[in-house]
């Protein structure tokens, strides 16, 4: 059985403080019975303490990026063995925001991938259409291209490390999300993608989590699909509360 996952992408927000204050709130609102992985990705600058923090949690801790060299001189990057080094074993790459701001190609991310790998790290590796491929009716190609270009370079063995994350940009912090059957369609074609290439073990044991404005209100029927084996929150992972109800909805 592919194991159920609900994730939060903390992006940009809080501070020391703040980190410690919603770790807590989650510890203390996170059902202890949920039946899902639950993992959380604070800034870099806080990964540390949280680290210790969910120490005797379940809770595990990822981070929103890596550089895919080991080490030099690249100002203000950080590498895979310093992740590793204050026991963060998880890395989130790809996210639409880091392809979209800081240019992170499909070659670029299967370089970071390969390197995460390398160091035996879980990669949630995001990917997606933006609005102008769904309106073209290309959203099925760009989805089949960025699994392709930044991920089926690795062998069968490394797929334990993998998660997937379908995150359709038109549905990141819009509000706008997609609906549990266009969620659904998608994650389907991507099993049967990773089916084509990899058969169907991996296919069939590959988690692909959904993010795009997922709340409250809507994670059910959204998790309730047979190819949705969980989320990706950005917004609603930054209440304990939201996060909370999300996780329960699984
Ligand atoms: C995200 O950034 O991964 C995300 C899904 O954001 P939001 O939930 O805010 O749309």
Redesign the pocket.
Known sequence: MRQKIVAG?W?MHKNAEETEDLLNELIDKLPNDIEAQIIVAPTFVNLASAVDHLEFTNIGVAAQNMHQNESGAYTGEISADMLKSIGVNIV?LG???RRAYFHETDMLLAQKVTTALKHDMTVIF?FGEELKDRQNNQHFNVVENQLRDGLFHIENKDWEQIIL?Y?PVW?????ETASPEQAQEMHEFIRETVRKRYGSDIAENVSILY?????PENAKEIFSKPDVDG???????LKAADFAAIASAI
Do not use: P, Q
């Open positions: 992408n992006k989130i996210h639409s925001e995001c994350a995150e549905a990141i912090g819009t509000g993010g795009g404005s997922v709340k989320g990706l929150i950005g917004g609603a992972a």
